[in-house]
């Protein structure tokens, strides 16, 4: 099945700084990667996803990019900010617009945006 | 739109009891997740619905774990008996059936056994 691997695990920049946290995958199928923010005492909330045949997206402070030969993808957080602070997750998964799309994610990192 | 609900969202038993744990997914959501994220990891998932059939249910300890959705709408997970292990944060998740891959997740019941 996939595995995918999550780093750094703890992450603490000083605010209007960058942050990028980089995440490998194993399965060469998958094609489909999102990236959820996780608060403390909350669920995960998607901040933003990239499919296999795009190889990078933005969203205004924050971006994602795909290497499909390598495997992995990162995010980038431009100008942070304390509220940034959080744990957040990458994901992989593969399907084909079906009932599949099971999402395997990595184990974390906790981001500190330090005022 | 409302989002996924979930409840209780604590819930503190003694190893060998029984707890149950409830989900209503995003009005017309056709696919839910349950998952189990343990402290310090991320989640997993232990088990999918479409409608009302199950998808997916290969990483569910079915020994002592069971899940329905009877009327393919809300869901409900059970544990029974459970055991220390089974500390975690269970999440439920929903995704709207054409509306590609995106998953939205509840808040989530925090779970301690005692």
């Known amino acids: 099945g996939e595995n995918v691997e999550q780093h750094p695990s703890t992450l603490s920049v000083q605010e209007g700084d960058s942050a990028v946290i980089k995440c490998t995958y194993s399965d060469s199928a998958s094609n489909y990667f999102p990236w959820y923010k996780q608060e403390l005492g909350k669920g995960p909330q998607l901040i933003i996803d990239i499919r296999s045949n795009v190889g990078e997206k933005k969203d205004q402070r924050i971006a994602v990019t795909l290497n499909k030969t390598a495997k992995h993808f990162s995010l980038h957080i431009t100008e942070t900010q304390p509220e940034d602070s959080a744990v957040y997750f990458c994901?992989?998964?593969?399907?084909?617009?079906?009932?599949?799309?099971?999402?395997?994610f990595g184990k974390g990192t906790l981001l500190t945006v330090n005022p | 739109e409302a989002g996924v609900a979930q409840s209780p969202r604590y819930k503190i038993i003694e190893k060998r009891q029984s707890v149950a744990f409830w989900c209503n997914p995003i009005s017309g959501h056709a696919t839910l997740y349950w998952y189990q994220q343990i402290l310090g990891q991320g989640p997993k998932l232990l088990i999918q619905?479409?409608?009302?059939?199950?998808?997916?249910d290969s990483q569910l300890p079915k020994d002592r774990f069971s899940a329905e959705r009877l009327k393919g709408v809300d869901s409900t997970l059970k544990i029974q008996p459970a055991k220390l292990e089974d500390s975690a944060v269970y999440l439920c998740?929903?995704?709207?059936?054409?509306?590609?891959?995106?998953?939205?997740f509840g808040p989530g019941t925090r779970l301690l056994v005692l």
């Open positions: 994901a992989a998964s593969r399907g084909s617009g079906g009932s599949n799309y099971k999402l395997t």
């Open positions: 619905f479409q409608n009302n059939g199950v998808v997916d």
């Open positions: 998740a929903s995704r709207r059936l054409r509306d590609a891959e995106t998953q939205y």
